[in-house]
């Protein structure tokens, strides 16, 4: 499924909702700062409720992809009957570290930082509300 960016599409939401996190005095990733941008699926009538994000750092001039996350906010029901035999449900919820795009030896530890975000329940609705803005924006295509 196509996946794009909502900075994209909404410039200035986008600039003040993403998620960053500074890291310091951690053993298991480098400090500074960690962006974790997000990718919504733009395919007309799809009904996916996922998330892709990228990890980019400025320090890499936000280009280096440090980590590939795929992460769904439903049940596993949900995404077991969405999927059907097709995708693995417990992938598709995640959070997982996508095996199809880019990720580094530090994919492992910003996972666990994002999952550690996860648990604010802010986050995820941010996350959810973001999904709903990018799959209304695609109505009118
Ligand atoms: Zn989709």
Redo the contacts with the bound molecule.
């Keep these: 499924?196509p996946m794009a960016p909502f900075m994209e599409r909404f410039p200035e939401v986008g600039a003040r909702e993403t998620r960053s996190v500074t890291v310091t005095n951690r053993q298991d990733l480098p400090d500074g700062e960690y962006g974790f941008l997000e990718f919504?699926?733009?395919?007309p009538g799809?009904?996916?409720r996922?998330v892709m994000i990228d990890v980019l750092r400025p320090e890499t001039g936000w280009s280096k992809i440090w980590a590939t996350i795929s992460y769904g906010w439903e049940s596993l029901d949900f995404y077991r009957k969405w999927g059907g035999t097709a995708s693995d449900p417990i992938e598709t919820k995640g959070p997982y570290l996508d095996p199809l795009n880019p990720q580094s030896k530090y994919s492992p530890a910003l996972l666990n930082l994002f999952r550690f975000l996860l648990q604010s329940p802010d986050y995820v609705e941010r996350l959810k509300g973001h999904y709903q803005m990018f799959r209304d924006s695609l109505a009118g295509c």
Excluded: L, P, Q, T
């Design positions: 499924m919504y699926c733009n395919e799809c009904d996916c996922r």
